[in-house]
Nanobody
Framework: QLQLVESGGGLVQPGGSLTLSCAASGFTLDHATIGWFRQAPGKEREGVSCISSSDGSTYYADSVKGRFTISRDNAKNTVYLQMNSLKPEDTAVYYC?????????????????????WGQGTQVTVSS
């Protein structure tokens, strides 16, 4: 069974940090472009950060630049999203997705498409 599983979400106070993990099973992430997306209530899904398989290039949405860091550990078949200085507006369900032959820009731009492999999502709530 091919699947992605996100973990690491939770409730955190403004200014706090969380690290999300995206683990793959049934396939390897080595050659896939991986993206983190989020969807807040009443809003469309948006691309947060994406990382390539080839040269490790990354893309970040303007809203998270300087606060979030995406990384991958191919040996563990896992991609991470380190989130610092969290704000209430970061509250959303966070999803990871894997697609092949996509640049990081294209990957993150196609937030509304369900193509590729998707996880079930993990809730992140930033509130005092």
């Amino acid at each position: 069974q091919l699947q992605l599983v996100e973990s690491g979400g939770g409730l955190v106070q403004p200014g706090g940090s969380l690290t999300l993990s995206c683990a793959a099973s049934g396939f390897t992430l080595d050659h896939a472009t991986i993206g983190w997306f989020r969807q807040a209530p009443g809003k469309e899904r948006e691309g947060v950060s994406c990382i390539s398989s080839s040269d490790g290039s990354t893309y970040y949405a303007d809203s998270v630049k300087g606060r979030f860091t995406i990384s991958r550990d191919n040996a563990k078949n896992t991609v991470y999203l380190q989130m610092n200085s969290l704000k209430p507006e970061d509250t959303a369900v966070y999803y990871c997705a894997a697609r092949y032959y996509y640049s990081v820009q294209a990957m993150c731009a196609m937030a509304k498409s369900d193509t590729g492999y998707w996880g079930q999502g993990t809730q992140v709530t930033v509130s005092s």
